[in-house]
């Protein structure tokens, strides 16, 4: 089964620090995206970041930026200068072909 | 704001009953996609419709039907609704229905008693 795993239900950081939420994913197939998407209290979902599996070179948005290990079939979100909007439940996701898949999810938040 | 409307907000409706849950997508996207989020099963995806075509089908059960209009707003349509079946339902909109950028709607609260 293709299925996403995000290990941490919580994490909490400090305003202006860093912070890293891991998400793990299983699949047989090559050509796929991947996706962080953030829910904050208003319930939206915002996307954040999305990463292409046949691109090497990790993406970066702003303050948020990926590490993409293909092999290890991983796609942890760090986000840098942390702030008090970046708190909210973040969502790992993938697609494959027409099906798209998401984690459990990770509840960030930022202490002032 | 995302661009994709979706009415009502809220619905509160009786077990066994039926409702339908609307969407608009973003000005120029020809394809629909839903998803159900629920405490229990997480945020799953339902049902996709490209132009009008269904085009790919999660975990979406046969009690549940979607349609795509001329004009590309969605219906998705919830019969013999169950206890269970509350739960917050997003619709997303893209350009052409591959990988590109989805983009939420704000979702409609299903509560069903």
């Known amino acids: 089964a293709q299925t996403v795993t995000q290990s941490q239900p919580e994490m909490s950081v400090q305003e202006a620090e860093t912070v890293t939420l891991s998400c793990t994913y299983d699949?047989?197939?090559?050509?796929?995206?991947l996706f962080w998407y953030k829910q904050p209290p208003s319930r939206q979902m915002i996307l954040v970041i999305r990463?292409?599996?046949?691109?090497?070179q990790n993406a970066t948005e702003n303050r948020f930026s990926v590490n993409f290990q293909k092999a290890a079939k991983s796609f942890s979100l760090k986000i840098s200068d942390s702030q008090l909007g970046d708190a909210a439940m973040y969502f790992c996701?993938?697609?494959?072909?027409?099906?798209?898949?998401f984690g459990a999810g990770t509840r960030l938040t930022v202490k002032p | 704001d995302s661009g994709v409307t979706q009415t009502p907000k809220h619905l509160i409706t009786a077990t066994g009953q039926r409702v339908t849950l609307r969407c608009s997508p973003r000005?120029?996207?020809?394809?629909v996609y839903w998803y159900q989020q629920s405490l229990d099963q997480g945020l799953q995806f339902l049902i996709q419709y490209y132009n009008g075509e269904e085009r790919a089908k999660g975990n979406i059960l046969e009690r549940f039907s979607a349609q795509q209009f001329p004009d590309l707003h969605s219906e998705l349509n919830l019969s013999s609704l169950e206890l269970g079946d509350s739960a917050l339902y997003f619709c997303?909109?893209?350009?052409?229905?591959?990988?590109?950028?989805?983009?939420f709607g704000p979702g409609t609260r299903l509560t069903v008693t």
């Open positions: 699949t047989s197939e090559s050509d796929y995206y």
């Open positions: 997303a909109s893209s350009a052409s229905g591959g990988a590109d950028e989805q983009y």
């Open positions: 990463q292409e599996a046949y691109k090497q």
């Open positions: 000005s120029g996207d020809l394809s």
């Open positions: 996701a993938y697609r494959i072909s027409n099906d798209m898949r």
